[in-house]
């Protein structure tokens, strides 16, 4: 699986767009990019994936590059509850099931 | 919204000792897994589950671990002979089909073998 780059820390003021960007720039064509976030030592929570196209759904939308290199994860509109470490994973389609997480980035909302 | 859900949410074990950590997956879904997190470490993968046999797991999985969905509903996590360095946090989760369509994680057993 490709490896991925985020900052480790982020900071966005609450009720605005929170971007988290993530570099996999070795991504294969089957390769999946997939957020989950974790809030303070719960269990993590899936938020999206993608391959090539923009995603969106209620929690976000992910933005990934033409050329596939790198991906942003944008909160439109952040809240104090969002802040957690999130984490940018890829993995290809079939074969193994799990998921590698790495150090992920804190995001931290401000009042 | 439905949710996995994981017993204890703390449990304390005598090194050497065995212990069950247990999880309820939601209703509907076919694939489950453990994943640990020791403190202040990444979120690691542990084993993954479908129909009725382990078709996965991590070299953190020896033979001291072992996972069993003895009733169609309950998904458990055996460990022999605990260890110091077992102690972590074990999250059970589960997946309607599978990584594509999202885990969906319980909250988590903290075990702390002493």
């Known amino acids: 699986d490709a490896k991925t780059t985020q900052p480790p820390s982020m900071d966005c003021a609450e009720g605005r767009a929170a971007n988290l960007p993530c570099n996999h720039s070795?991504?294969?064509?089957?390769?999946?990019v997939y957020w989950y976030r974790q809030i303070h030592s719960q269990g993590p929570q899936y938020i999206i994936h993608g391959l090539k196209n923009n995603e969106t759904n209620e929690m976000a939308s992910l933005i990934i590059t033409e050329d596939r290199k790198s991906s942003t994860l944008i909160l439109p509109h952040a809240t104090l509850r969002d802040t957690a470490v999130y984490y940018c994973?890829?993995?290809?389609?079939?074969?193994?099931?799990?998921?590698?997480f790495g150090k992920g980035t804190k995001l931290t909302v401000n009042p | 919204e439905p949710e996995v859900t994981q017993t204890p949410s703390h449990q304390v074990t005598q090194m050497g000792q065995e212990v069950i950590l247990r999880c309820v997956p939601i209703s509907n879904h076919l694939y489950f897994y453990w994943y640990r997190q020791i403190l202040g470490q990444k979120v690691e993968f542990l084993v993954s589950f479908y129909n009725n046999e382990i078709s996965e797991k991590s070299e953190i999985f020896d033979d001291q671990f072992s996972v069993e969905r003895p009733d169609g509903s309950n998904f458990t996590l055996k460990i022999r002979s605990t260890k110091l360095e077992d102690s972590a946090m074990y999250f059970c989760a589960s997946s309607v089909r599978g990584r594509d369509y999202g885990y969906t994680f319980g909250s988590g057993t903290r075990l702390t073998i002493v």
């Open positions: 994973i890829v993995s290809s389609q079939g074969g193994s099931e799990k998921l590698v």
């Open positions: 070795t991504i294969s064509g089957n390769e999946y």
